[in-house]
């Protein structure tokens, strides 16, 4: 494993960034703590920082060697609206806010490469290093790209990273194509009659017509889909009624759907509906309802995959790469930049040991041994991307 031994030398200060900012953990657009603890550093380093975009996004620049090439890397910096339920000493001192994906990790790692960049002599061109808000459902890649990130900080491509627990300590994985699914939400608002729970004949149940909904949104991906096509409807919330006596007039139901396809996006997007609507109006019922398209599918460039691959190799070697993972059903908002430059998302090993439990879970650490494995990913990338012979 080629990991850099003056990043090896840094685990230590890495270790400590690390463990601060999971300690003071900030949601979505709100990380104003975490975006002044990025920018100082990154002065620090002597980088060009630019604050404030899309509200707290932070965005440092190092030019080296005289190139004229430019080129994007990219980490989140929001925390999830969890309960920590770790009892370690970093554990997050903001009630019911937690960094439960390795956000914290991730911006950790991007910080060593920009320390080490920063000093090194390895790479001809432009690296912008750009810390982004708001990854957690908000879409804050989306806003950066609208405020005109690239239109101020142009590249000719942009790359991503991110922990999976799973895949050992040491090892990535990244694939052309579909690397992460489409991420929609939808909301069903169920009309009926309310009544006396004991004259049930004198009401129209939307408690009924919501159940019989559920149960039938799921035909759209048994029995409407194709079977290669992959793709999850899942129903997360159903709310109605206050009483154990009363049949309510209203009952809520939503959810999300998973998938890599705009087409299936459209058929979701109709058939919800229409199977909500026809059902509801078998029993006598109206809906009302909501579909929002959240992110798109994050798709990874041919040409972006192999280079970012090779750098892979150069950390990890061979053995520590796996070049065809099974595309995730999670989502990205990355895919908003990948939508406006080639590129690529790729993902890094956070171990199967203790604390390294499934990421959005309350017991969640990132592994502080990764944190200088991912630094020289990213400063090997640069050098892969960047080479001075091509000043």
Known sequence: MNVIPEIVEQSEELKTW?????????????????AAFVAEKLR???????????????????????????????????????????????????????????????TCMLLGAAAYLAKADTFSGTVHFIFQPAEENEGGAKTMVEA????????????GM??????????????????????????????????????????????LIGSKIVESLQTLVARELNPQDPAVLSVTQFHGGDAYNVIPDQIKISGCTR?????VQDHFERGIERIARGIAASF???????????YPPTINSHAETELAA????????????????????????????????PGCYIWIGNGDGEGSCMIHNPGYDFNDEVLPIGASYWANLVAHLLPRSAA
């Open 310 to 341: 090779e750098a892979a190799v150069i950390t990890a070697g061979e053995p520590g790469l796996n070049r065809n993972p099974t595309p995730s059903m999670g989502s990205e908002d990355f895919a908003y930049m990948l939508q406006e430059k």
């Open 162 to 207: 991110h922990n999976i627990p799973g895949i050992p300590v040491g090892h990535f994985a990244v694939r052309p194509g579909p690397m992460m699914a489409a991420f929609d939400i939808f909301e069903i608002t169920v009309t009926g009659r309310g009544g006396h729970a004991a004259i049930p004949q004198q009401t129209v149940d939307p408690i």
């Open 18 to 34: 690390r463990r601060h900012i999971h300690a003071h953990p900030e949601l979505a657009f709100e990380e104003h703590d975490t």
């Open 44 to 106: 620090s380093f002597g980088l060009e920082v630019h604050e404030g975009m899309a509200g707290t996004g932070v965005i440092g620049t190092l030019s080296r060697g005289g190139g004229n090439r430019a080129i994007g890397l990219r980490a989140d910096l929001d925390a999830l609206p969890i309960v920590e339920a770790n009892q370690f000493e970093h554990v997050s001192k903001n009630p019911g806010i937690m960094h439960a994906c390795g956000h914290d990790g991730h």
């Open 259 to 263: 998938c890599f396809s705009p087409r």
């Open 148 to 159: 005109g990130l690239f239109d101020q900080f142009p590249v000719e491509s942009i790359y």
């Open 284 to 294: 006598g019922g109206e809906i009302e309802y909501h579909y929002e398209r959240r």
